[in-house]
């Protein structure tokens, strides 16, 4: 079933105040609120990073008969509703992530160059469920990757609870339908993960590199789920004896269901 956000009006303004939303309404104001952003608050916001910026989505913007991708690295434009959820974290998503954005929007043109307009190709599938619904994952433990594998839930988050409160392990939420989705707080968000084992590096930089350099994302089956309401302090229910066993988001690993290794920090 088709999610469908709360208006701006009926939003549980709670929700902005809890895990994901709660760093990214700290960090943009305008979440929050009666007013819609406009397109040139949005952009007023951009990084320095980054070159492209965003335009309204208009009838007379999409008479060009570019696909979405390729009008982003032809053009820079990155066509956007207004007073719109999916496309407001969407462009919160380029604001704070832009080497990977634009990773991503290259890797999408050069399959779109090989399949056409109206084909799609196993990368061009991870690389739109990584930006729907894509979590960056390090970890320091490879026990923890061991968990993963298994789908031990309870050893992955409970076990190793102290990691994820110290910063041993880190996540950073990087889809923007999972972020529309954490607007109804009652949600159980399952994410698609890459993730990166090591002590030193920045994440976020490797994956940028791993999905620009082709290293990563060439079929679906490399993401891992991560159900983020493992995560210490992010469930209400999370302290519960059966809390892993009987909450929906843990599911049992398929037999059949096998995970590539945790990705490099680095790439040359």
């Excluded at 104001?29 to 309204?56: C, D, T």
């Excluded at 032809?74 to 080497?99: K, Q, S």
């Excluded at 890797?107 to 160059?113: D, L, P, T």
Aim: net charge negative.
């Amino acid at each position: 079933m088709r999610y469908v956000a709360p208006t701006r009006e009926a939003l549980d303004a709670r929700a902005l105040g809890r895990h994901p939303l709660d760093t990214w309404s700290q960090a943009y104001g305008f979440l929050g609120g009666a007013s819609w952003p406009s397109i040139e608050v949005l952009n007023a916001h951009r990084p320095k990073s980054m070159s492209q910026r965003f335009v309204a989505q208009t009838p007379q913007l999409l008479a060009d008969g570019l696909h979405y991708e390729e009008r982003i690295a032809t053009t820079g434009a990155i066509a956007t509703r207004e007073c719109n959820w999916h496309d407001l974290f969407n462009a919160l998503v380029w604001m704070r992530y832009p080497a990977i954005k634009q990773a991503l929007n290259l890797r999408q043109v050069a399959e779109i160059a090989v399949m056409g307009r109206r084909e799609r190709s196993r990368p061009q599938c991870a690389l739109t469920h990584f930006d729907e619904a894509g979590i960056v994952v390090r970890l320091r433990d490879a026990a923890m990757i061991g968990a993963w594998n298994a789908h031990d839930w309870e050893t992955l988050f409970r076990g190793h609870r102290q990691a994820w409160l110290d910063g041993d392990a880190t996540v950073h939420v990087f889809g923007h339908a999972l972020l529309e989705h954490a607007l109804t707080p009652a949600k159980l968000l399952v994410g698609k993960a890459m993730v990166f084992l090591g002590d030193s590096g920045d994440a976020l930089d490797a994956c940028a590199s791993a999905i620009d350099g082709g290293h990563a994302l060439d079929d679906p089956q490399e993401l891992r789920p991560f159900p983020l309401s493992g995560l210490p302090g992010w469930h209400d229910d999370g302290d519960a004896a059966d809390f892993y066993r009987v909450t929906p988001c843990f599911q049992p690993r398929r037999a059949e269901r096998i995970y590539p290794p945790a990705l490099a920090l680095a790439y040359e």
